[in-house]
């Protein structure tokens, strides 16, 4: 997330949370499967912009924050963002995975 949309995500309602889970997020060292396995989403797509098209190349599927669908099933999740998502969504909150 660049300096401009980390802005636009604070200024949004429930900036706190946004700020501080985005800005951790990004800050810190990528997480760890066991961090990821006990995360739950608590992000709204529109805090974080969230829409199910990419952005400038970058796709939830190549998101470190991404949950591919379980087995049996074909709906995506993430572990920062509460709802089904889009493999080829993009949010504000993106970080390339691995
Ligand atoms: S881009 Fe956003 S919604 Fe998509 S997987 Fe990453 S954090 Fe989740």
Known sequence: M???KRRNVIGLGGAAAVAAVAGEAKAAAR?????LKDMVPSLSKAS???????????VCG???WFKPPDAGSTVSHCHL?????????WCEAWMKRG
Request: charged share 15%; net charge neutral.
């Open 2 to 4: 660049n300096t401009m």
């Open 31 to 35: 997480p760890s499967a066991a961090q």
């Open 48 to 58: 974080v912009g969230y829409r199910d098209i990419p952005w400038d190349g970058r």
């Open 62 to 64: 190549a998101c470190v």
């Open 81 to 89: 963002v509460a709802g089904p998502i889009s493999a080829g969504g």
